[in-house]
C-alpha cells in the first residue's frame, strides 16, 4: 500500500492528521491516543514540533506511507529541508488513534555544512562537532574541533581502551571474575547488584559503554589502576591531558560536585595537592555511596573545571586506538547500543557508540566503518553553564551532519 492507495485508510487519515499537528492546525489531543500522551505530553508534542521545524523547516506533506500492518505502517514526512522517516501505529479500533509516533532519520535535501555550523555555534554555551575519516585530516564536517569540551560518559572510551589494552598485552582476559566491591550513583544498574557478586571483565565493560554504568566503571579504574587509564590518555595523543588529570572515578565526580567545600579546595590544587585529596577521599569513602555528604548537582556544575575534557580530534585519537585492537570484542561492546536507528546503521558496516551527559553537558560520539572498511568518526558536544543542553536539537543536529556523507 503505498501513500495513494493509504489516503482513505484509517492510516492515510492519521497521517495527514500529524502533519495537520506539526502545521499547529490540529492538537495533540485530537490525533493522540491516550497511550502516546501519557508518554508525551501535548506541551512536549508542541515542543517537539517547534524544533523539528526550527531544523528542518515547515512540514509539507506526507512523502509516503507503506503499512506494515493493519494498524501500522512505515513514514515518511516531507520538510522543507529533509524528509523525516520513521514509524506509526494506531490503536486496533475507532476512532484509531495515535499511539506510537518516531521519526527516527533525517535525509536533508538542502542542508550544507555552513548552515549546520551556524547553528550549532548558535545554541547556548559552546558547541563542537567533527565527522570524518580517523584516517584523514580532512573531514565532510568540522567545527571548532580542536575546542576542548566537558564529555561527560564519554570519557569510559578511555577505560574501554585501557582495559582491552591490557588484555592484548596478556595481563587479564575478558573472561576474568572480579567481584562488586564498590559502588557509584546511577546512570547504570550495578549499583543494586548484590555485595560480591562475581562479574566478568567483559560484563562489566558492556554495562559501562551500553548503560553507561557508573558503578561498573568505576570498579575497571579501581581493577585497572588510575595510572592505567591516565597513561591510555595520554599514549592516545590527547592535546591536553593535564586538564583532565588526575582522572576522576564517578563517585569520586559526584563527592567533589555535591561538597562546594571540597570542590573549591580541589579546583584550587594543583595536580599534586588533587592527588592528596582523591587518596584521602579513597581512605574516607571508597566505593560507598552511603558516606557521601550532599546532593547530587542538579544544575551545571563546575563543567568547566572539575570534568572530564577532551577536543573532537581528541575522541578520533581514542577511537584510532580503538579501531585498530586486534581483538574486536571492545568494538564489539561499542556496538552494543549503537544509538542509531536501523535505516541509519543499515549505511555503515559498523556502528558502536558512546556518549556522555550531565546538567550542563552533552557528547554523542559514534564509530563507524563504511563498506569499504574506512573508519569514521562523528562526535557532537555541547557545554552549557547556565542550564541544561537540548538533547533532541543536539541529536538532530548529529543526524543532518552524518547525512552530509556521500
Known amino acids: 500500500m503505498d501513500t495513494s492507495q493509504a489516503e482513505a485508510t484509517p492510516l492515510g487519515e492519521r497521517a495527514q492528521d500529524v502533519v495537520a ?160 566491591n564498590r559502588r557509584s550513583f546511577p546512570s547504570g544498574q550495578m549499583q543494586d547488584w548484590p555485595e560480591g557478586a562475581p562479574v566478568t571483565l567483559q560484563t562489566l565493560a558492556t554495562m559501562m559503554i551500553s548503560i553507561s554504568d557508573n558503578t561498573a566503571t568505576d570498579i575497571l579504574i579501581h581493577e585497572l589502576g588510575r595510572e592505567v587509564v ?34 573549591e579546595k580541589y579546583i584550587n590544587g594543583d595536580e599534586a595537592a588533587k592527588r592528596f585529596m582523591l587518596l584521602d577521599f579513597v581512605d574516607d569513602i571508597g566505593g560507598d555511596t552511603d558516606k557521601l555528604e550532599g546532593p547530587i548537582p542538579t544544575v551545571p556544575t563546575a563543567i568547566d573545571t572539575v570534568e572530564w575534557f577532551a577536543s573532537a580530534r581528541d575522541l578520533a585519537s581514542i577511537l584510532k586506538r580503538l579501531s585498530t585492537l586486534e581483538d574486536g570484542t571492545a568494538r564489539g561492546v561499542l556496538a552494543v547500543n549503537p544509538a542509531l536507528d536501523k535505516s541509519q546503521r543499515e549505511k555503515w558496516k559498523y556502528v558502536g557508540f558512546k556518549g556522555g551527559s550531565e546538567p550542563g553537558v552533552l557528547n554523542l560520539t559514534w564509530l563507524l566503518q563504511d563498506q569499504a572498511d574506512a573508519w569514521h568518526i562523528l562526535t557532537v558536544s555541547a557545554n552549557n553553564q547556565e542550564g541544561p543542553i537540548n538533547k533532541g536539537k543536539l ?11 556521500p
Not at 90 to 116: H, M, N
Not at 395 to 405: E, F, S
Open 21 to 180: 499537528m506539526l502545521k499547529g492546525e490540529k492538537a495533540p489531543g485530537d490525533v493522540f491516543g491516550p497511550t502516546f500522551l501519557a508518554a508525551v505530553s501535548p506541551a512536549q508534542f508542541n515542543a517537539i514540533s517547534a524544533q523539528l521545524t526550527t531544523q528542518f523547516g515547515e512540514v509539507i506533506g506526507v512523502e509516503s506511507l507503506k503499512a506494515t500492518g493493519d494498524y501500522s505502517a512505515a513514514i515518511a514526512l516531507r520538510f522543507e529541508k529533509a524528509i523525516g522517516r520513521g514509524t506509526i501505529a494506531l490503536e486496533a479500533q475507532a476512532p484509531y488513534r495515535v499511539e506510537g509516533l518516531l521519526l527516527s532519520s533525517f535525509e536533508s535535501l538542502d542542508d550544507t555544512p555552513d548552515k549546520i555550523s551556524a547553528e550549532l555555534n548558535a545554541m547556548p554555551g559552546n558547541a563542537s562537532a567533527y565527522f570524518g575519516p580517523l584516517d584523514s585530516s580532512n573531514p565532510m564536517f568540522a567545527s571548532n574541533p580542536d575546542e576542548h569540551m566537558a564529555i561527560g560518559s564519554t570519557f569510559k572510551l578511555y577505560v574501554l581502551s585501557a582495559l582491552a589494552r591490557s588484555i592484548e598485552a596478556g595481563e587479564r582476559a575478558w573472561s576474568d571474575t572480579v567481584t562488586i
Open 230 to 263: 591516565e597513561a591510555e590518555l595520554i599514549a592516545s595523543g590527547h592535546s591536553n591531558p593535564a586538564r583532565t588529570l588526575p582522572l576522576l572515578t564517578t563517585i569520586e565526580m559526584f563527592g567533589l560536585k555535591g561538597s562546594p567545600y571540597n570542590l
Open 395 to 405: 541529536q538532530l543536529m548529529a543526524q543532518r551532519i552524518l547525512a552530509l556523507a
